[in-house]
């Protein structure tokens, strides 16, 4: 009878914690079914009437999800919100802000990162809801205003209505649709619609329907559409760039010199904007997990409070969810919430524990999911093993649960309880997620100022604050004899970076005496800066590097390390793992200690940190031009990066032939198969987006499976 | 100032068992009759209705002309009533006292709880009920024991009653109701609040818990000070302590 659990090599009851809202695929009849419920019930008026809806629809108050403690499912809830909205709602998943500065322009930034995501084979949602706001544009233009010679209108409005509902452009008709809509003078007509309309897009609906224009038309990443995006990011664009999209200067409304007020100002116009037009398509979900990252930080607390304010009062088409361990949240973030702002929050929607029939069908399911039969199930439950359970109480956390079924399995499959999971291995396994997931290892400037401000706390003798008055050196590091200034930048506008460059040097100048350096980190996917024809901002940024400031270029394993010690971080706060927030912060001080000496090392700018992620000693001088549109990765390459990830015809089928064979294999021996460990962030990228095969990432090794059911 | 209508439910609380009038909630949440004051009035209302569905508040309780309102687990209850039943009782003796009499007796807030009193004092055996044709009339039972020499319980301790779920019940709305509505209410402010000893709490918690009318919880994502870890229930074969309870369908 032990035959079948002891051949099994992973635990299917070892995965307790749900990392990534849409993966989940499976949940138990009945289970939070109320809460669940009760957050689609506030959604439905929301998406109730016809597109577009006019007057957009006011957001009901923000939506409070609370657990009793970990392991009830508040992310396993999204994850399941997300699903049953796939058709309906465009889903964001908002990982916390870390500058209460700049809070919408993170939350502006995490929306299109979600946007762009594309899902079930289907476009983009950015793509979609830029071809839904055009086409319904359309049909009220022809419909309302009318189109010279043109007879068959009536059928046009009926077909692009249609093309609304379902925006994408499938066949030649649908595209030669594009075609007309996007046409400069068409344009001009849709941006009236959308005026009249009562549309408040701030004056800028020439802008915004010429953007969508952009999205809708040009082929993802190229020229124009890529501009489209830095636009919507709330980004200045180049001159050319906004030729591209047939700008004005004044709807190129982000400033190369503006104050971080003055980004997040716009950024959030953005956001309404982006909301205002959900009315075309579908409204918005804006989802706040991981709440506990806030706890301690006041100014944090309070920019959050500010934000569900705003959602509330000026954002339509939308509903706020967010999510909180009730302990945190009633002690340790609400007493330091304005009260008019957490006044914009509903009661709370409490979830449950799970009890004896809803155990029985997860145990069944996650035992078929590894294909164990019938005879295995229910040797799984003999002895009473479920009742015995459940014995005490008659409802247990869903975390529980499942941790008392890899006892058992281990009972079973006599296998010795496994060591505790080293803090080392709990990191190893959210940097084999990290690296497996391309959108995880995009620029996340949160992250960036997480590590830098709380990892950074460690160095000896420094005091670590943030600086609200500056515009871009946020966050400094200061010691009685010198100081380190970080700022966070995404883009590649030159003023903009001219703007940084001069107020290092003003930093470096004017403040104490003593040693000096700035760093931006850049990280490898996005545009390389300072481009070499910035012929205007090559004095500033000289001067500034004179001073000590550094473009800090991470490399991706830097990216990945950096990313999957927040992942850790978060899982410590939130009381996923064994260990504790300063437990965790502790170690990942010691761990990233050579990279945070080098940094701090290097504010005497004579010395400069010699590894291949630290600064270039003489900056944007060595980096190379590539093409006249900088610096910025090419469509092609992208394409050539995306290909990358394919391990090619022979190699795909020798890794399908041994996982399908072996059912589930230690991925060294598929990558001894391959030729190298070398190929092991390839192999697990192919794997991620491969249907039939799953890799499982444990404290000890990683294991391929071959997914019975995808 | 107008005051906003989020606070209502806390000044409720904070009232005690004096309670709030609704003369009192108008004047300090409408304000004074105006071209908004009917709006307001309205939304008062439906605050106050909807504070009512969800169990935080009591009310509203008629009294002369006035209109009362209290927290959950404060303010007249069928328990008040019953103490105050059984005192006039005691006080008039042998002179029986029949139950219109007795009625008559009981005025303000406890009024409307005076059946539901009788019964309660009876079931407790602090007083007789006796019968002449239709007619009732009561007796203390302190009173027949002196007359009739019975043997009093010596010295010993006068026993509490075991706590039970409905001691629990308004305790734990009303806490649940001064932290904001948020279900899961720690075990050591149970205990505190129902002044009832900690073994005698963690009997009834888990009775309860085994009967699905509660759910206990550890609570392992914040530090907590020891005295609340000390109050929380250990169970063999969970390493956490359970910290916070919620009562099930507690809306």
Same mark, same amino acid.
Request: net charge neutral.
């Given at each position: 009878?032990?035959?079948?659990?002891?051949?099994?090599?992973?635990?299917?009851?070892?995965?307790?914690?749900?990392?990534?809202?849409?993966?989940?695929?499976?949940?138990?009849?009945?289970?939070?079914?109320?809460?669940?419920?009760?957050?689609?019930?506030?959604?439905?008026?929301?998406?109730?009437?016809?597109?577009?809806?006019?007057?957009?629809?006011?957001?009901?108050?923000?939506?409070?999800?609370?657990?009793?403690?970990?392991?009830?499912? #508040?992310?396993?809830?999204?994850?399941?919100?997300?699903?049953?909205?796939?058709?309906?709602?465009?889903?964001?998943?908002?990982?916390?802000?870390?500058?209460?500065?700049?809070?919408?322009?993170?939350?502006?930034?995490?929306?299109?990162?979600?946007?762009?995501?594309?899902?079930?084979? #289907?476009?983009?949602?950015?793509?979609?809801?830029?071809?839904?706001?055009?086409?319904?544009?359309?049909?009220?233009?022809?419909?309302?205003?009318?189109?010279?010679?043109?007879?068959?209108?009536?059928?046009?409005?009926?077909?692009?209505?249609?093309?609304?509902?379902?925006?994408?452009?499938?066949?030649?008709?649908?595209?030669?649709?594009?075609?007309?809509?996007?046409?400069?003078?068409?344009?001009?007509?849709?941006?009236?619609?959308?005026?009249?309309?009562?549309?408040?897009?701030?004056?800028?609906?020439?802008?915004?329907?010429?953007?969508?224009?952009?999205?809708?038309?040009?082929?993802?990443?190229?020229?124009?559409?890529?501009?489209?995006?830095?636009?919507?990011?709330?980004?200045?664009?180049?001159?050319?760039?906004?030729?591209?999209?047939?700008?004005?200067?004044?709807?190129?409304?982000?400033?190369?010199?503006?104050?971080?007020?003055?980004?997040?100002?716009?950024?959030?116009?953005?956001?309404?904007?982006?909301?205002?037009?959900?009315?075309?398509?579908?409204?918005?979900?804006?989802?706040?997990?991981?709440?506990?990252?806030?706890?301690?930080?006041?100014?944090?607390?309070?920019?959050?409070?500010?934000?569900?304010?705003?959602?509330?009062?000026?954002?339509?088409?939308?509903?706020?969810?967010?999510?909180?361990?009730?302990?945190?949240?009633?002690?340790?973030?609400?007493?330091?919430?304005?009260?008019?702002?957490?006044?914009?929050?509903?009661?709370?929607?409490?979830?449950?524990?799970?009890?004896?029939?809803?155990?029985?069908?997860?145990?069944?399911?996650?035992?078929?999911?590894?294909?164990?039969?019938?005879?295995?199930?229910?040797?799984?439950?003999?002895?009473?093993?479920?009742?015995?359970?459940?014995?005490?109480?008659?409802?247990?956390?869903?975390?529980?649960?499942?941790?008392?079924?890899?006892?058992?399995?281990?009972?079973?499959?006599?296998?010795?309880?496994?060591?505790?999971?080293?803090?080392?291995?709990?990191?190893?396994?959210?940097?084999?997620?990290?690296?497996?997931?391309?959108?995880?290892?995009?620029?996340?400037?949160?992250?960036?100022?997480?590590?830098?401000?709380?990892?950074?706390?460690?160095?000896?003798?420094?005091?670590?604050?943030?600086?609200?008055?500056?515009?871009?050196?946020?966050?400094?590091?200061?010691?009685?004899?010198?100081?380190?200034?970080?700022?966070?930048?995404?883009?590649?506008?030159?003023?903009?970076?001219?703007?940084?460059?001069?107020?290092?040097?003003?930093?470096?100048?004017?403040?104490?005496?003593?040693?000096?350096?700035?760093?931006?980190?850049?990280?490898?996917?996005?545009?390389?800066?300072?481009?070499?024809?910035?012929?205007?901002?090559?004095?500033?940024?000289?001067?500034?590097?004179?001073?000590?400031?550094?473009?800090?270029?991470?490399?991706?394993?830097?990216?990945?390390?950096?990313?999957?010690?927040?992942?850790?971080?978060?899982?410590?706060?939130?009381?996923?793992?064994?260990?504790?927030?300063?437990?965790?912060?502790?170690?990942?001080?010691?761990?990233?200690?050579?990279?945070? #000496?080098?940094?701090?090392?290097?504010?005497?700018?004579?010395?400069?940190?010699?590894?291949?992620?630290?600064?270039?000693?003489?900056?944007?001088?060595?980096?190379?031009?590539?093409?006249?549109?900088?610096?910025?990765?090419?469509?092609?390459?992208? #394409?050539?990066?995306?290909?990358?990830?394919?391990?090619?015809?022979?190699?795909?089928?020798?890794?399908?032939?041994?996982?399908?064979?072996?059912?589930?294999?230690?991925?060294?021996?598929?990558?001894?198969?391959?030729?190298?460990?070398?190929?092991?962030?390839?192999?697990?990228?192919?794997?991620?987006?491969?249907?039939?095969?799953?890799?499982?990432?444990?404290?000890?090794?990683?294991?391929?499976?071959?997914?019975?059911?995808? | 100032?107008?005051?906003?209508?989020?606070?209502?439910?806390?000044?409720?609380?904070?009232?005690?068992?004096?309670?709030?009038?609704?003369?009192?909630?108008?004047?300090?949440?409408?304000?004074?009759?105006?071209?908004?004051?009917?709006?307001?009035?309205?939304?008062?209302?439906?605050?106050?209705?909807?504070?009512?569905?969800?169990?935080?508040?009591?009310?509203?309780?008629?009294?002369?002309?006035?209109?009362?309102?209290?927290?959950?687990?404060?303010?007249?209850?069928?328990?008040?009533?019953?103490?105050?039943?059984?005192?006039?009782?005691?006080?008039?003796?042998?002179?029986?006292?029949?139950?219109?009499?007795?009625?008559?007796?009981?005025?303000?807030?406890?009024?409307?709880?005076?059946?539901?009193?009788?019964?309660?004092?009876?079931?407790?055996?602090?007083?007789?009920?006796?019968?002449?044709?239709?007619?009732?009339?009561?007796?203390?039972?302190?009173?027949?024991?002196?007359?009739?020499?019975?043997?009093?319980?010596?010295?010993?301790?006068?026993?509490?009653?075991?706590?039970?779920?409905?001691?629990?019940?308004?305790?734990?709305?009303?806490?649940?109701?001064?932290?904001?509505?948020?279900?899961?209410?720690?075990?050591?402010?149970?205990?505190?609040?129902?002044?009832?000893?900690?073994?005698?709490?963690?009997?009834?918690?888990?009775?309860?818990?085994?009967?699905?009318?509660?759910?206990?919880?550890?609570?392992?994502?914040?530090?907590?000070?020891?005295?609340?870890?000390?109050?929380?229930?250990?169970?063999?074969?969970?390493?956490?302590?359970?910290?916070?309870?919620?009562?099930?369908?507690?809306?």
């Amino acid at each position: 009878m032990n035959r079948p659990f002891a051949s099994v090599r992973v635990n299917p009851f070892e995965n307790d914690v749900v990392r990534e809202p849409r993966e989940v695929s499976f949940s138990v009849t009945g289970l939070n079914d109320e809460a669940l419920n009760a957050l689609v019930g506030k959604f439905s008026p929301l998406d109730a009437d016809a597109r577009p809806r006019v007057p957009p629809a006011p957001p009901p108050k923000a939506q409070l999800v609370v657990s009793p403690d970990r392991g009830y499912g #508040k992310s396993h809830l999204l994850g399941r919100l997300f699903a049953k909205l796939k058709q309906r709602a465009a889903t964001i998943y908002l990982r916390p802000f870390q500058d209460p500065n700049k809070a919408w322009q993170s939350i502006l930034h995490m929306t299109i990162q979600e946007l762009m995501r594309a899902t079930d084979g #289907k476009p983009p949602q950015l793509e979609m809801l830029a071809v839904a706001v055009l086409a319904h544009l359309g049909a009220n233009f022809i419909g309302e205003e009318g189109v010279d010679n043109y007879a068959d209108a009536a059928r046009a409005v009926a077909f692009l209505r249609e093309l609304g509902a379902e925006p994408t452009l499938a066949g030649a008709q649908e595209r030669a649709w594009i075609e007309w809509l996007t046409d400069p003078e068409t344009l001009a007509g849709l941006a009236r619609r959308l005026r009249i309309g009562g549309f408040d897009l701030g004056q800028r609906e020439k802008a915004w329907v010429s953007a969508l224009a952009a999205l809708a038309r040009d082929e993802r990443y190229g020229e124009s559409w890529s501009a489209a995006v830095k636009w919507l990011r709330a980004e200045p664009l180049e001159p050319e760039e906004a030729q591209r999209l047939r700008l004005s200067q004044a709807d190129n409304d982000g400033q190369g010199d503006s104050s971080p007020q003055e980004i997040d100002a716009l950024s959030f116009r953005r956001l309404q904007g982006l909301c205002a037009l959900a009315s075309f398509h579908r409204p918005f979900v804006f989802c706040f997990d991981q709440t506990e990252f806030y706890v301690g930080d006041h100014a944090l607390i309070k920019a959050l409070g500010k934000c569900i304010e705003r959602l509330y009062v000026d954002l339509r088409n939308q509903l706020t969810v967010i999510t909180a361990n009730q302990a945190n949240w009633v002690d340790d973030i609400r007493p330091h919430m304005e009260q008019p702002h957490w006044a914009r929050i509903d009661r709370p929607i409490p979830l449950e524990g799970i009890r004896k029939e809803g155990a029985r069908e997860l145990v069944v399911e996650r035992l078929r999911r590894s294909d164990f039969d019938e005879q295995a199930i229910a040797a799984f439950f003999t002895d009473d093993w479920l009742e015995r359970v459940f014995e005490t109480l008659p409802e247990l956390a869903v975390r529980e649960l499942l941790m008392r079924a890899a006892e058992r399995f281990r009972t079973l499959a006599k296998r010795p309880e496994p060591p505790p999971a080293t803090i080392d291995a709990l990191f190893q396994v959210e940097l084999a997620a990290v690296r497996r997931e391309k959108a995880l290892q995009a620029y996340d400037q949160d992250s960036l100022m997480w590590f830098a401000r709380d990892v950074g706390r460690t160095l000896e003798g420094a005091s670590v604050e943030r600086t609200a008055s500056r515009r871009y050196f946020s966050l400094q590091w200061s010691w009685p004899d010198r100081r380190v200034c970080f700022a966070f930048e995404g883009g590649d506008h030159w003023k903009r970076w001219k703007s940084i460059a001069e107020e290092a040097s003003a930093l470096a100048d004017r403040g104490p005496k003593g040693a000096f350096a700035a760093y931006v980190f850049r990280t490898p996917d996005l545009p390389k800066v300072p481009r070499p024809s910035w012929k205007a901002s090559a004095p500033a940024l000289d001067g500034a590097r004179a001073r000590g400031f550094r473009i800090v270029e991470l490399t991706l394993d830097r990216v990945c390390e950096l990313h999957a010690a927040r992942e850790l971080y978060s899982n410590a706060l939130q009381g996923n793992i064994a260990f504790g927030g300063p437990e965790t912060l502790a170690w990942l001080q010691a761990r990233f200690a050579s990279f945070l #000496k080098e940094l701090a090392g290097a504010s005497t700018p004579s010395e400069t940190p010699t590894r291949a992620d630290s600064p270039a000693p003489d900056g944007a001088k060595q980096v190379p031009a590539v093409g006249e549109r900088g610096l910025a990765p090419t469509q092609a390459e992208r #394409k050539m990066a995306e290909e990358g990830d394919a391990l090619g015809p022979d190699d795909e089928r020798i890794v399908l032939a041994l996982v399908c064979e072996q059912k589930i294999v230690d991925i060294g021996v598929v990558l001894d198969r391959l030729g190298g460990v070398d190929r092991r962030d390839q192999l697990l990228r192919w794997v991620a987006r491969h249907p039939s095969l799953k890799a499982h990432s444990g404290p000890h090794n990683t294991w391929l499976q071959w997914r019975i059911a995808p | 100032m107008i005051a906003k209508l989020d606070t209502v439910g806390a000044d409720i609380v904070g009232a005690g068992d004096v309670g709030l009038t609704l003369g009192q909630i108008r004047k300090k949440f409408v304000g004074k009759s105006g071209t908004k004051a009917k709006a307001r009035e309205a939304e008062m209302r439906e605050r106050l209705a909807s504070l009512v569905r969800e169990g935080a508040i009591r009310g509203p309780f008629k009294t002369g002309a006035s209109q009362l309102y209290f927290a959950a687990g404060r303010g007249p209850s069928i328990e008040t009533a019953s103490d105050t039943v059984a005192e006039f009782v005691f006080q008039s003796g042998v002179k029986l006292l029949s139950k219109a009499a007795l009625e008559k007796k009981i005025t303000g807030l406890n009024r409307r709880f005076f059946a539901d009193a009788i019964a309660d004092a009876v079931a407790k055996q602090t007083i007789m009920e006796l019968v002449q044709g239709r007619a009732r009339f009561y007796l203390h039972r302190d009173v027949a024991a002196e007359r009739f020499g019975f043997e009093v319980e010596g010295p010993t301790a006068p026993k509490k009653p075991a706590l039970t779920f409905a001691d629990l019940s308004p305790v734990y709305r009303r806490l649940k109701a001064e932290q904001g509505g948020f279900p899961a209410v720690k075990i050591f402010e149970l205990i505190r609040a129902l002044k009832a000893p900690k073994a005698e709490v963690h009997r009834l918690l888990i009775e309860e818990a085994n009967t699905g009318r509660v759910t206990i919880h550890p609570t392992t994502s914040v530090e907590l000070p020891p005295e609340v870890i000390d109050a929380g229930v250990r169970l063999p074969g969970f390493a956490e302590p359970f910290i916070t309870v919620v009562v099930k369908d507690d809306r």
